[in-house]
């Protein structure tokens, strides 16, 4: 519990796909963008919840930039501790994983009564959250060259929604602040967890 909503660790992911018999997860390095001098490193992880499963892909990196000073040294077991929880994540549903998926310390140090002060759920009407929030988003498309259809599909699993008409005001802006972020921060690895999205949705054969 933090900041008054739930989240799920990644011990309590791996216990969710051991009771839902998963049948494995592998997980390997992505060496174009990892260089173990700059302690920078992505990891590919792939989960299979059957012997049938084509699998549910996620990528996660770190770096000392994206990591608590606390755990620096360290970046290598976060980078593939995310890719699993990113591949479960979508395996199992679970839209939002740890505060860190909610854009880090812009999130961590808003207070109960600052996030009680957020804009209520918008209406089904499609415009995503609002004028605001839309514009930012086509500028961070724009401005970093992403594929518009890619974003969509990753906004769509990052809120845990079927569709973006269904997510909330907030869970939007969330999506559009991590988005930001990460591009700023690393847009290779941003690209390899958009590519995550290409072809079918469903991992099952």
């Given at each position: 519990m933090?900041?008054?909503?739930?989240?799920?660790?990644?011990?309590?992911?791996?216990?969710?796909?051991?009771?839902?018999?998963c049948?494995?997860?592998?997980?390997?390095?992505?060496?174009?963008f990892?260089?173990?001098t700059?302690?920078?490193w992505?990891?590919?992880a792939?989960?299979?919840?059957?012997?049938?499963?084509?699998?549910?892909?996620?990528?996660?990196?770190?770096d000392p930039?994206?990591v608590?000073?606390?755990?620096?040294?360290?970046?290598?077991?976060?980078?593939?501790?995310?890719?699993?929880?990113?591949a479960?994540?979508?395996a199992?549903?679970?839209?939002?994983?740890?505060?860190?998926?909610?854009?880090?310390?812009a999130?961590?140090s808003?207070?109960?009564?600052?996030?009680?002060k957020?804009?209520?759920?918008?209406?089904?009407?499609?415009?995503?959250?609002?004028?605001?929030?839309?514009d930012?988003?086509?500028q961070?498309?724009?401005?970093?060259?992403l594929?518009?259809?890619?974003?969509?599909?990753?906004a769509t699993?990052?809120?845990?929604?079927?569709?973006?008409?269904?997510?909330?005001?907030?869970?939007?802006?969330n999506?559009?602040?991590?988005?930001?972020?990460?591009?700023?921060?690393?847009r290779?690895?941003?690209?390899?967890?958009?590519h995550?999205?290409?072809?079918p949705?469903?991992?099952?054969?």
């Amino acid at each position: 519990m933090l900041n008054s909503a739930w989240y799920v660790t990644h011990t309590g992911l791996l216990s969710l796909a051991h009771r839902s018999g998963c049948e494995g997860i592998h997980v390997e390095p992505v060496p174009e963008f990892s260089n173990a001098t700059d302690l920078r490193w992505t990891f590919k992880a792939s989960v299979y919840k059957s012997r049938s499963c084509r699998g549910f892909v996620g990528y996660g990196d770190a770096d000392p930039s994206n990591v608590s000073p606390s755990v620096h040294g360290a970046e290598l077991r976060i980078a593939e501790t995310r890719a699993v929880n990113r591949a479960l994540r979508k395996a199992y549903g679970i839209g939002i994983c740890s505060v860190e998926e909610l854009a880090s310390s812009a999130v961590a140090s808003r207070g109960p009564a600052q996030q009680s002060k957020k804009l209520p759920p918008q209406p089904a009407n499609g415009n995503y959250g609002g004028p605001k929030v839309r514009d930012r988003l086509c500028q961070l498309i724009r401005e970093h060259q992403l594929d518009p259809t890619l974003v969509k599909a990753y906004a769509t699993d990052f809120c845990g929604a079927k569709t973006l008409r269904e997510a909330t005001r907030e869970q939007v802006e969330n999506f559009v602040t991590h988005l930001g972020d990460w591009a700023a921060k690393d847009r290779n690895a941003l690209l390899c967890q958009l590519h995550s999205y290409l072809g079918p949705k469903e991992g099952a054969a």
